[in-house]
Every structure is written in structure tokens, then in C-alpha cells.
């Protein structure tokens, strides 16, 4: 699935309904769209980084949305927490690739940057929600 295709399919569901499959989710849509960035950012890094910053980067910004997508069907609020935690964890290791990857001069982040803490933002208001459907 393109970028476009992905943008698209948000735009349709911006009316809250509710999600039936992860890909439903507009934070996993959104973190799909930051792999995808990293990725194509990661490709221009030096050869020299292909089992380096290049493979840790995309290890960590796949973890976000395979995670979100694995709580997404647990059953208990706890399980899905914890998921979306580990999702946040793996966020917070890409903001520091992100540095890295600026003052090793490899390239711009900021974009990037604003569309990890975006994602971040919108995690922490799913993983409320999903605390505050069982008070």
C-alpha cells in the first residue's frame, strides 16, 4: 500500500468510527507512514551503517506499529497497556536514532521528528482511552 492510499483511508475514517481491524487506527496509520519515512531516510545512510544505525533505526520504528497492531486484539486492558507501552518505548528509542542520525549529519530529522512526536501524542490518547473504557 502506497503513502497516498494510506493518507486517504485516514481521511475516510477521521468520523471516529470504530476500529475493526488494527489498520483502523489512526496512530497505527500514522506509525505505518513513519516506517515507511525511516526506511526511505535509512537508504541514503553510508554503507557503512547497513548493520548499524540503518538496521537498529528500522528495527525500532517497525516495534511501534507491530506492537500497537498486537494489543490491538489482546482482550484484557492491561495486556493492550502494556503492548501500547512497549510501542512508547520503541518511540522514545527513535527520537534518539533521530539525533543520532542529525549529528552524524546523515540528514534533516525535523520532519521526521514532528511526525514521531505526533504519533506520540496520539498514542497517549489511545492508551487513556483504553484505561478510561473500563472506570
Not at 507491530?66 to 510501542?87: L, P, W, Y
Not at 520532519?111 to 512526536?117: A, F, I, Y
Request: aromatic share 10%.
Amino acid at each position: 500500500m502506497r503513502i497516498e492510499q494510506i493518507e486517504f483511508r485516514m481521511k475516510e475514517t477521521e468520523e471516529r468510527i470504530p476500529a475493526k481491524t488494527f489498520e483502523d487506527l489512526v496512530v497505527w496509520q500514522k506509525a505505518h507512514i513513519f516506517v515507511l519515512a525511516v526506511y526511505k531516510l535509512t537508504n541514503d545512510f553510508p554503507k557503512s551503517e547497513t548493520y548499524g544505525l540503518s538496521a537498529q533505526f528500522r528495527r525500532a520504528a517497525t516495534s511501534i506499529p507491530a506492537n500497537i497492531s498486537e494489543g490491538f486484539k489482546k482482550k484484557g486492558t492491561n495486556d493492550k497497556v502494556r503492548f501500547m507501552n512497549i510501542a512508547q518505548g520503541s518511540l522514545e528509542e527513535c527520537k534518539y536514532y533521530l539525533v543520532l542520525t542529525k549529528d552524524l549529519n546523515y540528514a534533516d530529522t525535523t520532519g521526521l521528528r514532528e511526525q514521531l512526536d505526533e504519533v506520540g501524542k496520539i498514542l497517549q490518547a489511545y492508551m487513556s482511552a483504553i484505561k478510561n473504557s473500563n472506570s
